[in-house]
Each structure stands twice: as C-alpha cells, then as structure tokens.
C-alpha cells in the first residue's frame, strides 16, 4: 500500500476539479483518485494530467455510484484517503426566479451539491480516519453566502448555502478526530458556468482549493474562504 497522500476530487474532469486534480498531483506530489461520472471522459482528463492521476467513475447525485466507488474501488485498492475534495456541482440557474422556480429542477441541483458531498463525505470518513492530516474541502460559492444573498440563481445559491451549513456541522464533528472541514469559494472563473464570459483563470480560482486541501496541523476548519481569506457566511 502507498505511502503517497491519495485525495479524491469530485467533478474532476473539467473546470475547477480538473485544475485541482493538476495541483495537487504536479505540485504536492498526491496520487489523485479524478471522480467522473463519465468514466471515459475522466481518463481522458486524467491521462491529460499524467503523474498517475486516475479516473474513477464516480456521479455523487446517486448513491449506488457512490457505494460502489467507494466500497469496490477506493478502499480495496487504497485503503485509505488523506484528502477529500467535494467540487462536483451542477446549475447555475440564472434563468430562474425564486418564486416561479422548478422545484423537480431545484431538488435535483440539491441531488448534486449537497447531498452528494454529505453522501461522498459520509463514505470518506472511514478511510480519513486512516490517513494523515486528512482534509475535507467542500467547493462553495459566494452565491451561497447569506451576508450576500441576492435573487437571483435560486436552486444553486440556496444549494451552496446548505453546502456550507454541512461545512459547519462537520467540521464540528470531526474535529475531535483531527479532520479539518472547510468550504471554499473559487470566485467567480472561466468555466462551463462563466457564461457571461470575464472570469478569472481556473489555475487561480483552483488555488484556493488546493490551500484548504493542504492546510498544515492546527490549520482552521469551520470555515468559509477565498483565496486562503475568511468570507462572510
């Protein structure tokens, strides 16, 4: 069994999760586990990246995907994990109001990004017990903040907002246990979801990220950053 740190990055073959996977496995040296639910396109970004980054198939929205990843490949193959990166998330809904929204649209965004980090966080736990210095990073948004709420994009910023409550709430939990929890919003950057266009580049919004996935011991948990900076909740 590795020595090597092994983390898991959720959503990983395009956009912020890509660019983590790079950073972590380029320049910490990590052997990153890139879940996809399209396992064919997740090889094609893992092989992109090279330094033995590997897909696993992996749609966090369904919980027999969920088992499976973790139960047939992760902890047979590994045994353990030091990092879990939740970034896979779906709809950012400007075309809709709150008070005319699709609500089937709604709960399935919620499928997505919140009960599929609780669901992939309830399944890490066991394995982060068995790494090193581990680290749970839940990909947030500002447009999850409730300081700075606004109207619009209402399944995915109310989404983000219980993102972040899990955030809280776990992190309160395992603390005893040494894990630290943080949520992290990547600013707003030039991914599927930029489709007004002018975001940042990923490789900056990623970095982010990669600071609270390899945060030192005594590092914070319980928190809600940008950049490596406490926001508002």
């Not at 639910?37 to 970004?45: P, S, T």
């Not at 090279?50 to 897909?55: D, K, L, N, S």
């Not at 696993?56 to 990166?85: H, K, T, W």
């Amino acid at each position: 069994m590795t020595s090597q740190r092994i983390a898991l990055v959720t959503g990983a073959n395009r956009g912020i999760g890509k660019e983590v996977s790079r950073q972590l496995a380029r320049d910490h040296g990590m052997k990153v586990l890139m879940g996809a639910r399209d396992l064919a396109k997740g090889q094609a970004a893992a092989d992109e990246i090279g330094y033995a980054a590997e897909a696993l198939e992996l749609d966090v929205s369904s919980p027999d995907s969920v088992a499976a990843a973790f139960f047939l490949m992760v902890e047979p193959i590994y045994g353990r994990l030091d990092v879990l990166v939740n970034n896979a998330g779906v709809d950012y809904d400007t075309d809709q109001q709150v008070h005319l929204a699709d609500l089937d649209r709604v709960r399935r965004a919620f499928d997505t990004n919140l009960f599929g980090p609780w669901d992939t966080t309830i399944a890490a736990v066991p394995l982060l017990q068995r790494g090193t210095d581990a680290r749970i990073v839940n990909v947030s948004s500002g447009a999850g903040s409730l300081n700075s709420m606004s109207a619009g994009t209402p399944g995915y910023g109310v989404s983000k907002a219980a993102l972040n409550a899990l955030t809280l709430k776990t992190a309160a939990a395992l603390k005893p246990l040494g894990i630290l929890v943080n949520a992290v919003c990547p600013g707003w950057v030039a991914t599927d979801m930029d489709m007004g266009g002018g975001g940042r580049p990923i490789s900056e919004g990623a970095k982010g990220v990669v600071w609270a996935a390899t945060l030192p011991k005594g590092g914070p948990t319980g928190g809600f950053f940008r950049d490596g900076v406490a926001i508002d909740w």
